[in-house]
Every structure is written in structure tokens, then in C-alpha cells.
């Protein structure tokens, strides 16, 4: 089956700095989406982008299909965005399967 | 609010035990999961089902048994229990064209003591 790899594992941030997720997987996908998993363990959708671009306030995703990597922006960093940043994808043969990378930890300090 | 929901939040229960959580969607997905998400903070898929058929069990013990009465709701029946059962357990649900990619369920911490 398909491989997700994130890095980096930790990441510890002051307020208001800039950071970069990243994620790749093993073979061409018909899913790919990033979560935070919030203190309180709820997984929230950031992104459904198996390709492309896109951007959400402080957030944005980009998705390179052909080179098999995601990459996850987040601006001006917030204490609520601590937590733990999960990518998933579902490969083209592995219908009905999202597997999840190993997440980064993400720690912002005030 | 449309969602997918489980119950109960929170499950405490003594080894030996049977349980039953609760996963129902309103969002007329077709393809509903069950997540195993252990201490390490991996998540792993244990049922896929669509349109009330499994489609995918991912060689979980036959104590788990999922049940889908309708295309809206999946159900997951743990018989005797075990330590090692503890963990969250989330619910998802997907459209078939995976147009807005899958939803979940807010999890079941289940601890087995």
C-alpha cells in the first residue's frame, strides 16, 4: 500500500513565526488531505488537496501530484495552533483506504 | 449541524466486557470508516463500508464486529474487551467521488481497565 511520510516530527515555534509542513507519499493519489488534531483530540480538516494549490486565511496547501509530495504553510504562527498535524492520502489503488502519516507536533509558545 | 457523530465520548470498562460505539453521518456520504488511533498517535483504518457493505477489514480481531443498518450509520460491537483495546476510535465518513475528502467523527476514548 501507499507510504506517508511527514516531517519534521517536532516543531516548536514562537508566536507570529512562519513554518513549513511536509509530507510525502509513495505512489499517485486520488486523496490527499491535511488535519489538526486539536488538544482535545478532535481531527479537523485544513485541506482536501490531491493537487494544486490552496489557501485558507494563515493556511495554505500545496500538493505536487507528479513528485508525490504536500507541503502545508502556516503564517504568523497562534498558540491555538498547537497540536498535531496529520497528512493522509489514498493511493489510486487503494480505494477506500486514507493512510495517515506520523504527524508533526507542532508547539507554539506565546 | 450536519456531521458525523459518535457516542459515547468516553468509554471506561472492566477487561472481559462487551461495548458497542455509535457512528452516524448526515452528510449522505456513501462510505463510512472506523480509525483505530493508538498511544503513539497513529491512525490506522480497521473497516471501510459502502453503501452498507465492508469493503475493506484490516485483519482486526474478530472481536470487532462493525455493523451498517443503513448507508448513514456504522456501528462498531467490541466483544471481550482487552487491555490492548484501549485507544481512540474514530468514525468517518467519505462522498464516492471524494470530491471534499473524508469527514470525522470526534472519537471514543475507550480505556479498558
Known amino acids: 500500500g501507499i507510504q506517508v511520510e511527514q516531517s519534521p516530527p517536532d516543531l516548536i515555534l514562537q508566536e507570529g513565526a512562519n513554518s513549513t509542513l511536509r509530507c510525502n507519499f509513495s505512489?499517485?493519489?486520488?486523496?490527499l488531505q491535511w488535519f489538526h488534531q486539536n488538544p482535545w483530540g478532535q481531527l479537523i480538516n485544513l485541506f482536501y488537496?490531491?493537487?494544486g494549490t490552496k489557501q485558507n486565511g494563515r493556511l495554505s496547501a500545496t500538493t505536487v501530484a507528479t513528485e508525490r509530495y504536500s507541503l502545508l504553510y502556516i503564517s504568523s504562527s497562534q498558540t491555538t495552533d498547537s497540536g498535531v498535524y496529520f497528512c493522509?492520502?489514498?493511493?489510486?489503488?487503494?480505494?477506500?483506504?486514507?493512510?495517515f502519516g506520523q504527524g508533526t507536533i507542532l508547539t507554539v509558545h506565546p | 449541524d450536519t456531521a458525523v457523530s459518535q457516542t459515547p465520548k468516553y468509554l471506561v470498562t472492566q477487561m472481559g466486557n462487551d461495548k458497542s460505539i455509535k457512528c452516524e453521518q448526515n452528510?449522505?456520504?456513501?462510505?463510512m470508516y472506523w480509525y483505530k488511533q493508538d498511544s503513539k498517535k497513529f491512525l490506522k483504518i480497521m473497516f471501510s463500508?459502502?453503501?452498507?457493505?465492508?469493503?475493506i477489514n484490516e485483519t482486526v480481531p474478530n472481536r470487532f464486529s462493525p455493523k451498517s443498518p443503513d448507508k448513514a450509520h456504522l456501528n462498531l460491537h467490541i466483544n471481550s474487551l482487552e487491555l490492548g483495546d484501549s485507544a481512540v476510535y474514530f468514525c468517518?465518513?467519505?462522498?464516492?467521488?471524494?470530491?471534499?475528502?473524508?469527514?470525522f467523527g470526534s472519537g471514543t476514548r475507550l480505556t479498558v481497565v
Open positions: 468517518a465518513s467519505s462522498p464516492v467521488d471524494r470530491g471534499s475528502g473524508y469527514t
Open positions: 505512489d499517485s493519489v486520488n486523496n
Open positions: 488537496i490531491p493537487s
Open positions: 493522509a492520502a489514498e493511493g489510486s489503488t487503494s480505494y477506500g483506504k486514507l493512510t
Open positions: 452528510l449522505g456520504h456513501d462510505t
Open positions: 463500508y459502502n453503501n452498507k457493505e465492508l469493503i
